[in-house]
């Protein structure tokens, strides 16, 4: 990858050599010792900052500093690049941690006493998507899931039962549009969006070699893309209509006041809809991508995970307080208030909302989301949408084939 190895072997050599301030003003006491802690979820801020503060009573020989900005990944390459890294950083799962990590920049987790604590499944997730042998750089924190809610009122309404294969979600769409209503409320204005329902498609119709495959150019995106663009297409059949003059908000706003029977959204979004509707009797099902309901994977992913930097001066420390998330308590702290999912093995009682999911959860019956795998110069979401206002398709190859061998040269 050329801009990889251009762009990280700078940011390797300056991050390995000395450290020239603390990233955010710590006012260090000589007698404890500090660590920072990089969140790219400014809207995770205040549960860190009480978890650090209860981290700090039980460790009253350490100062926690939580940096939480907006903007984060941009300031994070930059002090990578100025050789001033955090001790500890937390990232989703991209293309942009896989990039530090092979760039040598975090430490080795694989095997840590605190990756133990990690569900499998999100252990071999994060080994696909890094591509070295198995190793892991970072520690699996909360997860996410991609789906789609309902409104259960409506559905016993229609008469409705939970689709479990695609005919079957078609044939739902079908019914609720014959009864005067609207199946989906789709805000493509904002692309990003558009992943809600392109993940769990691309992501059932592919497999963890698929990624590595097309570098090896042994599969296609052609051949494994054709029908998930299809179904995506087939999906703005069944909205409000003019998807590309509504964003985020008005949908998940909209469907929370009774515009749509059903949403394509993750679990983030479920605070939102319950605050505009308490009353909301609210589920949540797996995406059903598939023709054979034995198939259907449930689309997840690392929402939160954290590493170590080589560079800490403090990496014991660091352990530690990564030791103190994991704690039964503390994880729960941590997903009640973000309505996250726990990547940590441990006893964790989902939302209401969320029941139509566990069983796919607890029995490991998951799919990666392929944003995972993306370099962001591909910009995916952007294609499709542009894909879905001119249907050139032969286009929309071009640019993923075109970005993807750029960005895997080597």
């Known amino acids: 990858m050329k801009t990889f190895k251009r ?11 000395a450290v020239t301030g603390a990233g955010c003003s710590r006012g260090e006491n000589s007698d404890k010792k500090a660590i920072e802690v990089f969140v790219f979820k400014p809207e995770s801020v205040e549960i860190f900052q009480e978890l650090g503060a209860k981290f700090e009573k039980e460790n009253p020989d350490i100062k926690v500093y939580v940096n939480s900005p907006g903007d984060a990944y941009a300031i994070l390459k930059a002090r990578m690049v100025k050789g001033n890294p955090p001790d500890i950083v937390g990232l989703d799962a991209t293309q942009t941690y896989v990039d530090y990590a092979k760039a040598e920049i975090y430490e080795d987790l694989t095997d840590s006493d605190i990756i133990k604590k990690v569900k499998p499944s999100y252990i071999q997730m994060l080994a696909d998507m890094e591509g070295m042998d198995g190793k892991v750089h970072a520690m699996p924190f909360a997860a996410n899931v991609t789906g789609i809610m309902y409104n259960i009122d409506k559905f016993e309404e229609l008469g409705l ?39 769990p498609l691309a992501g059932n119709f592919t497999t963890a070699d698929f990624y590595q495959n097309v570098t090896d150019k042994t599969e296609s995106f052609e051949e494994a893309y054709d029908e998930p663009l299809r179904r995506i297409l087939k999906l703005n059949d069944y909205s409000q209509g003019d998807v590309f003059s509504f964003n985020y908000n008005n949908a998940t706003v909209g469907f929370a006041n009774g515009e749509s029977v059903m949403y394509m959204q993750g679990n983030w979004a479920i605070p939102m809809i319950l605050q505009t509707n308490p009353e909301m009797n609210l589920g949540m099902f797996p995406f059903p991508a598939m023709d054979d309901a034995q198939d259907n994977r449930l689309c997840a992913s690392i929402d939160l995970m954290f590493s170590i930097t080589k560079s800490s001066k403090q990496p014991k420390e660091a352990v530690r307080f990564l030791e103190f998330l994991t704690a039964q308590e503390n994880v729960n702290m941590y997903m009640e208030d973000q309505f996250g999912i726990p990547a940590i093995d441990c006893e964790f009682e989902f939302p209401e909302a969320m029941e139509g999911v566990v069983e796919d959860f607890e029995e490991g019956n998951i799919v990666s ?32 084939n075109t970005t993807w061998q750029d960005a895997h040269e080597e």
Not at 169 to 176: K, N
């Open 369 to 400: 989301s392929p944003q995972a795998y993306y370099p962001s110069e591909m910009k995916v979401p952007a294609t499709i949408q542009t894909y879905m206002i001119d249907g050139d398709k032969d286009k929309l190859f071009r640019q993923f």
């Open 161 to 199: 039962s939970v689709p479990t294969t695609w005919q079957e979600l078609t044939e739902v769409c079908e019914t609720i549009q014959d009864a005067g209503e609207t199946p989906f409320y789709l805000g493509y204005k904002e692309d990003w969006t558009i992943n809600s329902a392109w993940n």
């Open 7 to 17: 762009v990280f072997a700078a940011v390797l050599t300056a991050s390995l050599c």
